[in-house]
C-alpha cells in the first residue's frame, strides 16, 4: 500500500448538512461546527488546497470535506498515524478501540461527496510534512489538530508556515486545553511561541478553544536598533523571559 494514497471511496448519501449519516465516538468537532460555519464563510466555492494534520476519525475531515471543496478543483490531504496521541496513553487511559479507528475514518470520509479530492497520508506528521515540503507543495487552509504536545504542536506548525500560502489560513486546536499540569505537555506554550515569532505577517484571531491566523506579508517591518552595542540590557531580558 503506497504511503500516499486516495481515501477515494464511492459516495453513498451525498447531503452535506445532514451528518447524521457519520459515526463518531468522539463528536469534539460538534462543538466548534457552528464557529467553522461563520468564520469560513469567504472561504466557500474557492479553488482550495487544504491540509489536516490530525483527522481521527474523520469529523473535522468530513466537515471540510462536505463544505470547503465545493470547487471542482479544490483538493485535500489529511495526515494521520491512527496511533492516537500522547493523552491518549497516558494514564488514566481513555478506553478507546485504536485498531478501529482507521476502519471507522475510512467508513465516514466514504460517506462524503467529495472523498475523491482527499489524499489520506498515513504517517506521522514529521513525516508527511516533510515529504510535502520537499514536493513544493502549498496550502490555502491548515488545519493542525494532531499531537498535543507543544513540542510538537510547535514543529507541526513551523513545517506548516512555510507551506501556507500568501492570505492563507492556518487554525490551532486546543489552544484552552489544559490536559496536563506541566505547561511544557499542552500546546498552548506552543502557539503562543509561534506566533510571537511569526508576528511580522500574522493576522490574529481567538476563539474559545482555537486560534485562526491569516498569513499578512509585511505586517510589521523591521527596526534597525540604534544602540551601538546590539545587545539586550538585564532588565529587557529578564522583561522578555517573564512575558507570557
Ligand atoms: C484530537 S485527534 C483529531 C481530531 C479531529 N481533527 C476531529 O476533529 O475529530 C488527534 C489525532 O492526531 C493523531 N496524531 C497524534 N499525533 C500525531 C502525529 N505526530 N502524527 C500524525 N498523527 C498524529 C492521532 O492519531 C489522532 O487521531
Not at 489520506?120 to 513544493?136: I, T
Not at 489538530?145 to 486546536?173: N, P, Q, Y
Not at 506552543?190 to 481567538?206: D, G, L, N, Q, T
Request: charged letters at 25%.
Amino acid at each position: 500500500m503506497s504511503c500516499v494514497e486516495s481515501a477515494a471511496l464511492k459516495s453513498s448519501a451525498p447531503t452535506p448538512n445532514n451528518r447524521t449519516r457519520y459515526s463518531f465516538e468522539h463528536p469534539w468537532f460538534e462543538e466548534i461546527r457552528s464557529e467553522w460555519e461563520s468564520i469560513t464563510t469567504p472561504l466557500r466555492g474557492k479553488k482550495l488546497r487544504i491540509l489536516e494534520i490530525g483527522s481521527f476519525e474523520g469529523a473535522s475531515t468530513t466537515w471540510i470535506l462536505d463544505n470547503l471543496m465545493d470547487h471542482p478543483e479544490s483538493s485535500m490531504v489529511a495526515v494521520d498515524h491512527f496511533g492516537g496521541g500522547m493523552d491518549h496513553h497516558v494514564e488514566p487511559i481513555e478506553n478507546y478501540n485504536f485498531n478501529a479507528l482507521e476502519a471507522r475514518f475510512r467508513s465516514n470520509i466514504s460517506k462524503c461527496e467529495n472523498s475523491s479530492k482527499l489524499e489520506l497520508m498515513k504517517m506521522s506528521s514529521d513525516d508527511a510534512l516533510l515529504k510535502l515540503r520537499q514536493a513544493r507543495d502549498e496550502f490555502d487552509f491548515i488545519y493542525i489538530d494532531a499531537s498535543h504536545v507543544a513540542i510538537d504542536v510547535l514543529h507541526d506548525a513551523v513545517l506548516c508556515w512555510r507551506m501556507l500560502k500568501e492570505g492563507g489560513t492556518l487554525v490551532f486546536d486546543d489552544f484552552s486545553w489544559k490536559g496536563y499540569m506541566e505547561h511544557c505537555y499542552n500546546p498552548r506554550i506552543a502557539i503562543f511561541s509561534f506566533v510571537r515569532c511569526a508576528e511580522p505577517e500574522v493576522e490574529y484571531k481567538e476563539t474559545e478553544s482555537q486560534v485562526w491566523i491569516t498569513r499578512v506579508p509585511n505586517k510589521l517591518k523591521a527596526t534597525r536598533n540604534q544602540d551601538p552595542t546590539l545587545m539586550y540590557g538585564e532588565d529587557e531580558l529578564r522583561a522578555f523571559f517573564n512575558a507570557s
